[in-house]
Structures are given as structure tokens and as C-alpha cells.
């Protein structure tokens, strides 16, 4: 192979690796902080914005498909594990869940989880599969964990039951203990269940808790649910608007028509939202459920009803909450260790193997760089593992080049020419550089399929990390001592 076709070759790897981190780098320097978090908007949200605003942002939206991003350590935000509540299954199946009752309940959830996640307007949000049971849900950038957290965890189960209006006006003060608990439960007749009503003032404060009895036959529930939006009323008060299918329609028109005069409870979750009296027959399919929430809580309440409810109950087996100030300290931390480890590689490069040790720090920051390309055309999200094992990746990158200028030493010892102990040297270090990166890429393939979160992101950094030391480590480091040689008419070699 020519020495021109050879150089082309690298030309073509950097330049492709070059285009594709500049959309990285764009992002990150290009756009503020600021104009980056309107991406994370959601669609109701972004349609207020000028059209020139909407452009921008769908810009920088088809960007974002393309840059490395920041991972949960890296920039804050919200680490969970749920899975099932395996008691709440059972009572609902009557019999003790199996295999696939569990499995086809996971693949609801996570379906409805993306849903809701994707709506709530986070970058590049993480929801991952542990086992046959558990999902690891990463959310990069969350400003409100408690908002995130109520959305992920509300199980979206709505319900209408009527309000045992004979039983509720029978509940006294003395019948509660300090924390609003019913201690005289034989009160509540066998066919009703107590709730509570959250009542909250203007300024989103609890104020009072009232509870209320209800009946416990759900007459209508949130699965005939067709979309789900929300609206204000004549006074700028926020209200969820939904439209319910043919059958739901129909349903709820014979509800209200059966129930004039009465109480309706509607349910979110074991929570009251609201307790409208019905006025008339309601024909049409549409329900307005008014409260006392706020309008951040009337939009998450029309996200969760639009994704629908879990099959199963869900519960937090796992919770981390990490701040974006630890965030930023992680990144100046990594960023600092691998300068400084870089830069020790480097160095001890350049001392001890002279003239030839500068061709293998070259070949070392080539590395990175065709590493970072790589990434970025992924989309990789990149964590504190990442950056491990991008660090390991330098360390790798040396010692093919120290094995091979070690081979060539001992063959200029023995008395060949520059050009042949060059030659030998990269022929008999070959098959041991081989080995020794097969090996360890054949423990990162076991990684990155059996490992998850950290372990995996370390895994797969460094297996693309080894095949690109492959390439600068043995062809490029092999072209420049070519052109070298060629262009200096080298007598002695510096190594």
C-alpha cells in the first residue's frame, strides 16, 4: 500500500471524525445554557414561542441527535430503580404472578413510562430493563426531582365513584388523631372505603385535609380515555379537559343521568382531585375535572392521564438524587484527572523515547480525538465511567507503542537498517498488540451485554477506545516513521 493512499486514508478517518464532533462542539459552545434547556420544552409550550424561536429550536433539537452528551453524574438529576408491587399483582390476578404475567406487565409499563417521560421534557432520558423485573429510569438535568418522581410514580389510575354523602356527614373531628387518621373504623360501612380530599390555597399550600367516604364500585375509570389536555375556566382557573371514546361516552352519560343530585368522586391514584355535584345527564364524552391545583399540577395531571395507568403498582427499590453543583464538581474532577494523566503519559513518552516518543504522543491525541468523533456520531451519553475508561483507553494506546519500540530497539541492537528494524519491529509487535487488545475487547463485550449503567458505559468507551489504538497504534505511528524517514533522510533513529 502506497504511502499517498495510506495518508488519504487517515486524512478521510479524521476529517470524518472531525464532522462529526463539531456538532458537539457546537452545542456546547455555541448555545448558551439557556437556549439549550428550550429543548427540553414540550410541544404545548413551544407553540407560544415566535415562529423564528420554533425554528432555532427544531435546529437545535436535529443537533442534539448528534453531540455526546452529559450523563446523570455528570450534570445532575434523578436515578431510580422501581418494580413491581408483587402483593398489589397478586390481589389484582387473584393467584400468584408468573413469569410472563410479570414480563407482559413490564412491557406496559415501560411503554407507558416513555410516554410520560418523553412528555415531561428532559434531554435525553434513560429508561433501562435490570433483570426480568426492574427499571433503572436515569433523568439527565431534572430541575424538579419531586416533579419527576410524582410523574413517574403516579400509577395514572383514574376512577369515578360515588360519594357516600350519609357516611361522610356522620365524620366528627374526635373520630381522627393528630395526623388525620380515622381511628373508629366500624364507622365505614362494608361497601364503602375512605379517601381524602388534598385542599390547597392559591400559593399551592396544603391548607386542609378533609376525608371523605365514597363508595367503592368504580363506574367509570381512566382506561376509555381518549386525550387528555388542559384549559382554563372563566375566572384564569387551571382545569384538565378529556374526551372519553364512544363507550366511555356512553357510559358516563348513563352515570350522570342515573345519578342526578349526587355527589361524584373523581379519583386519581386513591386521591380525590375533585367532587362536582351532578346537575344533569352529560352526553358527549366530555369531563372537566376542576380542583385546587395549580397549573404545573393540571399539566402533569393531563401528561399522566394522556400516557395512562400502569398495569401493576409500582415501588422505588433504588432512589439517588444527584445535584447539578456535584454535577458540575464531577466534570471539573474527571476533566482534571485525565489532563493530568495525559499529560504524565505524554511526557514520559517524550523523555524516554525521544523523537519517536513525540510520534506516539501524536498518535495518543489522535486516538482521543477519533474517540470523541465516534462518540458524537453514537450520540453517546458520557458519565464518570466513560471518562474511566477513556483514560484506560490512553494508558492502552502507549503500551502497543512501547511493546513496538521495544521491538525495534532490539532489532537495531542487532545491526539491521533503520527501515528493516522498523519493519520487524511492527511485524513481530503486531500479533502481541493483537492479542493482548482481543482479549481485553472480548472482557468489554461481556461488559457492555451483562452490565448495566456505569459498568456498561466503561465497557463500550473502551472497547471503541481499543479498536482505534489499533488503527493509530500500528498503521498511523507506522506511516509517520515512513514519511519521516523518507523526508529527513534519517541516519540515526531518536528512540
Not at 396544603?206 to 372563566?234: C, E, H, M, P
Amino acid at each position: 500500500m502506497s504511502k499517498l493512499f495510506r495518508v488519504f486514508i487517515v486524512l478521510i478517518v479524521v476529517a470524518i471524525a472531525a464532522w462529526g464532533f463539531s456538532y458537539t462542539y457546537i452545542w456546547y459552545f455555541k448555545y448558551p445554557k439557556k437556549d439549550r434547556e428550550l429543548t427540553n420544552l414540550p410541544a404545548s409550550q413551544l407553540a407560544n414561542l415566535p415562529e423564528k424561536e420554533r425554528v432555532k429550536i427544531k435546529e437545535m433539537k436535529k443537533l442534539r441527535s448528534r453531540i455526546i452528551n452529559l450523563g446523570l453524574d455528570l450534570q445532575g438529576g434523578l436515578y431510580m430503580v422501581l418494580q413491581p408491587d408483587y402483593e398489589e399483582m397478586k390481589k389484582k390476578l387473584g393467584k400468584e404472578p408468573t413469569q410472563e404475567d410479570i414480563k407482559d406487565a413490564m412491557r406496559r409499563v415501560m411503554e407507558i413510562l416513555r410516554n410520560r417521560i418523553d412528555k415531561f421534557g428532559v434531554s435525553e432520558p434513560s429508561i433501562t430493563t435490570q433483570g426480568e423485573d426492574r427499571i433503572v429510569i436515569e433523568l439527565p438535568g431534572s430541575k424538579d426531582p419531586d416533579r419527576a418522581k410524582k410523574i413517574v410514580m403516579g400509577r395514572g389510575l383514574l376512577e369515578f365513584k360515588l360519594v357516600d354523602e350519609d357516611t361522610t356527614a356522620k365524620l366528627r373531628k374526635d373520630m381522627f388523631d393528630e395526623n388525620g387518621n380515622l381511628i373508629d373504623k366500624s364507622i365505614i360501612p362494608k361497601g364503602s372505603e375512605l379517601l381524602y380530599y388534598w385542599e390547597k390555597n392559591k400559593y399551592d399550600v396544603l391548607v386542609r385535609k378533609r376525608a371523605i367516604v365514597v363508595y367503592k364500585k368504580t363506574l367509570l375509570d381512566g382506561s376509555y380515555i381518549k386525550r387528555a389536555q388542559v384549559q382554563t375556566d372563566q375566572f384564569g382557573k387551571p382545569e384538565v379537559v378529556f374526551t372519553l371514546n364512544s363507550e366511555g361516552a356512553k357510559k358516563f352519560a348513563e352515570i350522570t343521568g342515573d345519578n342526578v343530585g349526587k355527589m361524584l368522586a373523581i379519583i386519581l391514584d386513591g386521591k380525590i382531585l375533585s367532587m362536582p355535584v351532578i346537575r344533569e345527564r352529560i352526553s358527549g364524552g366530555n369531563v372537566r375535572i376542576t380542583g385546587n391545583f395549580t397549573m404545573k399540577d393540571a399539566k402533569d395531571l393531563a401528561l399522566v392521564l394522556r400516557a395512562g395507568a400502569f398495569p401493576v403498582p409500582l415501588e422505588i427499590a433504588e432512589e439517588r438524587t444527584v445535584g447539578p453543583t456535584l454535577g458540575e464538581d464531577s466534570i471539573k474532577a474527571g476533566t482534571k484527572a485525565a489532563i493530568i494523566g495525559s499529560i504524565l503519559v505524554l511526557g514520559f513518552m517524550l523523555l524516554y523515547y525521544k523523537l519517536s516518543g513525540l510520534i506516539a504522543d501524536f498518535a495518543v491525541i489522535l486516538n482521543m480525538f477519533l474517540l470523541l468523533g465516534v462518540l458524537a456520531w453514537l450520540n453517546f451519553t458520557l458519565t464518570l465511567s466513560g471518562i474511566a475508561g477513556m483514560i484506560l483507553t490512553v494508558g492502552m494506546a502507549v503500551d502497543a507503542n512501547v511493546i513496538i519500540f521495544e521491538r525495534i530497539k532490539e532489532e537495531l541492537r542487532s545491526g539491521k537498517t533503520i527501515t528493516a528494524s522498523i519493519q520487524a519491529g511492527y511485524d513481530k509487535a503486531f500479533r502481541t498488540i493483537l492479542d493482548a487488545n482481543m482479549t481485553t475487547l472480548i472482557a468489554t463485550f461481556v461488559l457492555s451485554q451483562f452490565g448495566s449503567g456505569p459498568i456498561k458505559g466503561f465497557a463500550v468507551t473502551l472497547s471503541i477506545g481499543i479498536v482505534i489504538n489499533m488503527f493509530t497504534s500500528i498503521f498511523v505511528t507506522r506511516l509517520l516513521y515512513d514519511i519521516g524517514i523518507d523526508l529527513f533522510k534519517v541516519k540515526k533513529l531518536s528512540i
